[in-house]
């Protein structure tokens, strides 16, 4: 069990019944969670709305080891390392942006406010890496999400590395590494703001951040954008399998096709989670003539590596939101990827370098999809 769990006392903040619900309605139980403990209680349904969810589970007697373990999960899901990326163009290869930030810095991230509950662990802080980059790094702690009941502090991490890179295009990337809702909204403001302050100094040209958002894509193109991301064929990254996908039903685009391999969800499931072998033969996603029907919104998939005298395998997610964890509006999210597991290696320094190798050819796979779909765009 995880070490946040072993640390509560399960005698005096055990939950049930009303007081349960509220927990399990919060943001922070994942549907997915629910259907597991249920499942394990030998309830099994064809629908994972927490409407339907959340009232059974409710009305069970979890044990101190099954409600630790909905804790610990949690509180794991949300601490591990979730990244966004933002663009922007660069006037000129001349263009002074690395000074304009370091020598700026505590104006750029003047007046940050936190969230109630949260306060800075270690103040934000800017280091120089290399010629091309800069890295702001912080650290935050809280109390849990549910302190009548947890008296538990959390601490989370969160930063930016701002790196100048050239694809064709003169490009400023700001990669936004995340461990929680408010390190994430601490990273936007942040980005926003390095923005704000280098397009008044002339040094880029857009008065925004650029990111890969929901909204870029129509329902064909964000599927064809996701089955993309399997295409690594590289030594440094080159992919395996897909492990799980989560679709959504969009009932604004019609009746379904009178087809039994997609028919069957008619008025019947808005949302589905698949996983399994031979994803990519599945009808939802080979069929093309489905694909105007369905929001695909998360990917998971496995991939092989190899990073200096380090190789293996790793687990990665790919994924739209950040609203809530059960809203089905992702209307203007952000895309997410999360390094979820890699193969042990010989130590934690090792592991970090294999991380950020990973990452970045994690980045450069999205960033090729992305332009493979605007080319199609502008294709006759």
């Not at 069970?60 to 949690?74: D, H, N, Q, V, Y």
């Not at 395998?313 to 979820?340: P, Q």
Request: aromatic residues 8%.
């Amino acid at each position: 069990m995880n070490a946040i769990a072993k640390q509560l006392d399960l005698d005096r903040c055990m939950l049930w019944g009303d007081r349960l619900r509220v927990l399990l309605n919060s943001n922070h139980i994942s549907y997915g969670e629910i259907n597991e403990l249920l499942r394990e209680k030998g309830i099994f349904l064809d629908s994972s709305d927490r409407s339907v969810t959340v009232p059974l589970l409710s009305a069970c007697l979890l044990t101190p080891e099954e409600f630790g373990r909905l804790i610990a999960r949690s509180y794991s899901r949300e601490s591990s390392e979730k990244y966004k990326t933002d663009k922007l163009t660069l006037v000129s290869d001349a263009a002074d942006w690395r000074s304009s930030i370091l020598e700026n810095f505590d104006t750029i991230v003047g007046g940050l406010s936190l969230e109630s509950g949260h306060e800075f662990v270690d103040q934000p802080t800017i280091t120089s890496p290399s010629q091309d980059s800069l890295e702001i790094t912080y650290r935050l702690k809280k109390e849990d999400y549910s302190k009548d009941f947890i008296d538990q502090e959390l601490q989370f991490s969160g930063g930016l590395t701002i790196s100048k890179r050239s694809d064709g295009v003169l490009t400023l990337e700001f990669q936004r590494t995340h461990t929680s809702k408010e390190t994430d909204r601490i990273n936007g403001i942040f980005s926003k703001s390095c923005t704000n302050y280098l397009k008044s100094k002339g040094v880029v040209n857009e008065p925004t951040p650029q990111s890969i958002k929901f909204d870029n894509f129509n329902n064909e193109e964000r599927i064809q954008f996701f089955l993309l991301l399997t295409g690594a064929t590289g030594k440094a990254l080159n992919f395996d399998e897909l492990s799980e996908i989560e679709i959504i039903r969009d009932e604004s685009a019609g009746s379904l096709p009178n087809d039994p391999a997609i028919s069957w969800m008619e008025g019947k499931v808005k949302k589905i989670r698949v996983s399994g072998e031979k994803l990519d033969k599945l009808g939802l996603i080979t069929n093309k003539g489905f694909h105007r029907y369905c929001f695909l919104i998360k990917m998971s998939a496995r991939y092989q590596f190899q990073s200096g005298a380090n190789k293996g395998s790793c687990a990665v997610d790919f994924w739209f939101g950040g609203k809530t964890a059960h809203d089905r509006d992702f209307s203007n999210t952000e895309m997410n990827i999360s390094i979820e597991r890699i193969s042990k290696v010989s130590n934690r320094t090792a592991e970090q370098e294999v991380r950020r190798s990973i990452l970045r050819s994690l980045c450069d796979l999205r960033d090729t999809a992305m332009n493979t779909i605007l080319s199609k765009r502008s294709s006759p």
